[in-house]
């Protein structure tokens, strides 16, 4: 798939549960190898994903949260957002930060003009 750009955006709303984590990291999975995309891109958009979900479901996420992957050309775009203000900016990510910090050129957080928040992570495309 060298060349190509990839901009078909996926989404898809979860609640934070055990198993649902599972299912939000094998929808990530799934799309994106169906595109093509080279495995260890995948296995690095997972992880993220994986992480984001774990991370809002400690904070307190208990409504239902929409995950969003955008594949571009150069990286992928993540975005995990839920309804009301969970403190993300006032709570350090932790241990996560470093397996963040690893697969992302960029993460963090951002509050909404609408009152939802969003995590949000840039994972480089090391193969294109």
Known sequence: MAGKVHVAMM???FRLRPAEVHDARSFARS????????????DAVD???????????????RDTVRLTIQPFHLLTSIRLRWSRHLSVRDKPFGPR??????????HGTRRN????????AEVPRSSV
């Open 47 to 61: 992880t993220v994903a994986g992480e984001f979900m774990a991370l809002a479901g400690e904070l307190g996420a």
């Open 97 to 106: 930060e470093r397996i963040l910090e690893k697969l992302t050129l960029a």
């Open 31 to 42: 799309r994106l190898s169906d595109l093509g995309i080279d495995p260890d891109h995948v």
């Open 113 to 120: 003009a609408d009152g939802t928040e969003d995590m949000w």
């Open 11 to 13: 989404e898809k709303r």
